[in-house]
């Protein structure tokens, strides 16, 4: 059994087999075939914060699967009323075969795990969101056909997404360059672990109109992440030059795509006219999170392998 808290619980062999299984997936699903390979399993879903594609996304996911999904929101279980985390993961995993948990602080995710029988994902945390960023590699494989040579560019708030981009990136020998203001940054221990680790190609330029020069892929995300609103204000002043607007996208190649994991703020952190432009991939982006997130469960729900 193993938990996904981290895109760096991932080799490099076992990111390219759920990114291959979630292309059959998605297959199967384009042509009407069923792939019940779920069936009579049920998963958890834990949410601390809201969310729009993670929900829907992993419950249709196993239904699709033939199995089935329990939406949990925090208040509405035990640990609201202050049930430990440790009872509540050693009870859950009596019932079933998985959990999804979304938490305001990365260390509830881990605890969870530690007393979790059963395989534990992080649906996204203060600190990463492994899911989105498998799905994104999936989505960037689509558009550009490998991950090799290409440059992925940040431009914003150095984030959760951020953060497991950036050790994403150094796994698949893909360049990143970050693109924020001074204290905005992804975390210095991650940036430290992508290229010590796994040699990542990881570059910090300020300046966003320099960073998207050669990109292949712009990335941006909101300015306000969950669990900051008391930080607004600040924040939207901190990221005035940040935005992905169509000036700066015309800065970059002419094939470039631009990525955004949503909720998106129009108008702050990304233009109107740039999410719904031609070069906007954010649809298929969130699609993408269904097929890969099958996988994902599959791989640590089933004994299934699939072949070539
Ligand atoms: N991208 C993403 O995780 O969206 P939700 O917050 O809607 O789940
Ligand atoms: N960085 C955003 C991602 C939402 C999917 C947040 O944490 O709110």
């Not at 075969?97 to 996204?124: D, M, Q, W």
Request: overall charge negative; hydrophobic content about 40%; charged content about 30%.
């Amino acid at each position: 059994m193993k938990h996904l808290l981290s895109i760096s619980d991932l080799t490099l062999e076992e990111i390219e087999d759920i990114l291959k299984m979630a292309g059959k997936l998605k297959e199967d699903r384009y042509r009407n075939r069923v792939s019940d390979y779920l069936r009579n399993k049920s998963l958890a879903m834990i949410f601390e914060h809201p969310s729009t594609r993670t929900r829907i996304s992993f419950e249709v996911a196993m239904a699709d699967l033939g199995g089935h999904a329990l939406y949990l929101s925090w208040n509405d279980l035990q640990l609201g009323r202050g049930e430990t985390i440790k009872d509540t993961a050693m009870v859950m995993a009596r019932y079933v075969h998985g959990v999804v948990i979304r938490a305001r602080k990365h260390e509830t995710v881990e605890e969870f795990a530690r007393y979790s029988e059963r395989p534990v994902i992080n649906g996204l945390s203060d600190l990463e969101h492994p899911c989105q960023v498998l799905s994104d590699l999936f989505t960037i494989g689509e558009y550009k056909g490998n991950y090799r040579d290409l440059t992925i560019t940040w431009v914003g708030d150095g984030n959760n997404v951020c953060n497991s981009l950036v050790l994403a990136s150094a796994i698949v020998g893909m360049k990143m360059v970050v693109s924020t203001p001074d204290n905005y940054r992804p975390r210095e221990d991650i940036i430290k672990k992508a290229k010590e680790a796994y040699g990542g190609d990881i570059v910090v330029e300020p300046d966003p109109k320099k960073a998207v020069e050669n990109a292949d892929i712009i990335y941006t995300d909101v300015w306000v992440s969950m669990g900051m609103d008391n930080e607004k204000e600040d924040r939207i002043r901190n990221f005035k030059g940040y935005q992905v607007n169509q000036s700066l996208v015309d800065k970059s190649k002419d094939d470039v795509i631009v990525m955004h994991c949503l909720p998106a703020h129009r108008g702050e952190e990304i233009t109107s006219e740039v999410l719904e432009g031609t070069h906007s991939v954010v649809l298929d982006q969130a699609e993408n999170r269904l097929h890969v997130q099958k996988a994902i469960l599959v791989k640590l729900m089933s004994d299934i392998e699939f072949e070539e």
